[in-house]
């Protein structure tokens, strides 16, 4: 994680890839992670996809946010 990047930035990253992996596993093999492990809709459940819902718009600014960290140099 790059200091420049931002903290909050770096975990909406995170959580749109696990909840990308869930989305894969749903689509090809019919198998849901969140529902496997809290059940279908509790409570526990409708919190995980708000977090990952709210992370995936926290990702669209973050997208367009300039970032601080330093270019990579081409080897």
Do not use: D, Q
Request: aromatic residues 14%.
């Amino acid at each position: 994680m790059s200091k420049g990047c931002g903290f909050f930035c770096w975990i909406a990253r995170l959580l749109l890839i696990i909840g990308g992996l869930n989305w894969g596993l749903i689509g090809i093999f019919n198998y849901n992670v969140v529902t496997e492990f809290f059940g279908p809709m509790t409570m526990i459940t409708r919190i995980i996809y708000i977090v990952v819902g709210l992370a995936a718009i926290l990702a669209i600014f973050c997208l367009f946010k300039p970032c601080a960290c330093p270019p990579r140099s081409e080897v």
